[in-house]
């Protein structure tokens, strides 16, 4: 004996079995509406965790394979060129960004003055630019997940309230509180209260855990961009960047 049985959401119509199955097509229009759209956003929603986990997985790996090749390298030349065959990561772009502004001369203010070199401010301006870039395009598509996880709680609810309501018009319209009259408009309710958590709770989750890994990424670009400003103040001092 299932749940259903239990609680009397057998009785949905003459020829009902009782099942989830049969409790979605006998409902209303307006149930299978809430169902739709919250079974689109469920659907969206798992596509985007799939997309993103691996994603960030794939991130993480490149990241890793890049810092082994930027600490092996002797100069931030060599590592330069040794790491121009990796994929894109967010501490390649932010290397690259800083060693292109490093290796680049300031527009001399007049004809009398030299080439400027920049200054390590400048330097890490340019890097912390790349980092704000770099972190929207991790959160790219994280909004959905929190407009999932916030908002299918309440439209489940919507449909929760419609199908109470349809269950007590079908007792005023007969004039008969029978499980058998009260429990289609239940089982609406039911179903779109169940559809609603399915929805939002992975969303809720998986949210959660990118912005946890987002966090992680964040604090990685930091560390990097420290380490990047004091390998520059060691090796290209000698090529008159300032401090």
């Known amino acids: 004996m299932n749940i259903f049985n239990i609680l009397g959401l057998s009785v949905i119509g003459q020829n009902s079995t009782g099942s989830i199955g049969s409790m979605v097509l006998e409902a209303g229009p307006v149930a299978k509406a809430v169902l739709i759209i919250l079974l689109i956003m469920s659907a969206l929603s798992w596509a985007i965790i799939l997309f993103k986990y691996l994603s960030y997985k794939k991130i993480s790996e490149s990241s890793d394979k890049f810092m082994d090749m930027f ?31 490093a290796m680049r001369k300031r527009t001399p203010k007049s004809d009398q003055d030299d080439d400027t070199p920049v200054s390590l401010d400048t330097i890490e301006r340019a890097m912390r630019k790349v980092t704000l870039v770099e972190v929207n395009k991790l959160e790219d598509l994280l909004s959905f997940l929190a407009s999932t996880a916030s908002a299918s709680p309440f ?61 992680v990424f964040m604090d990685d670009m930091d560390a990097f961009i420290i380490e990047m400003l ?11 960047i300032r401090k």
């Open 155 to 215: 439209i489940g609810l919507f449909g929760t309230v419609w199908g109470i309501m349809s269950a007590f018009r079908s007792i005023g319209v007969t004039e008969s509180a029978s499980l058998a009259i009260v429990a289609p408009g239940i089982s609406e309710a039911l179903i779109t209260t169940a559809m609603g958590l399915f929805a939002a709770i992975p969303a809720v989750l998986a949210y959660n855990y990118f912005e946890r890994r987002i966090k």
């Open 230 to 240: 004091n390998r520059f103040e060691r090796h290209i001092s000698s090529n008159g």
């Open 71 to 101: 600490i092996g390298g002797k100069t931030l030349g060599e590592a330069y060129d040794e790491t121009r065959s990796i994929p894109a990561s967010y501490l390649k772009s932010i290397f690259d960004v800083g060693y292109k502004t």
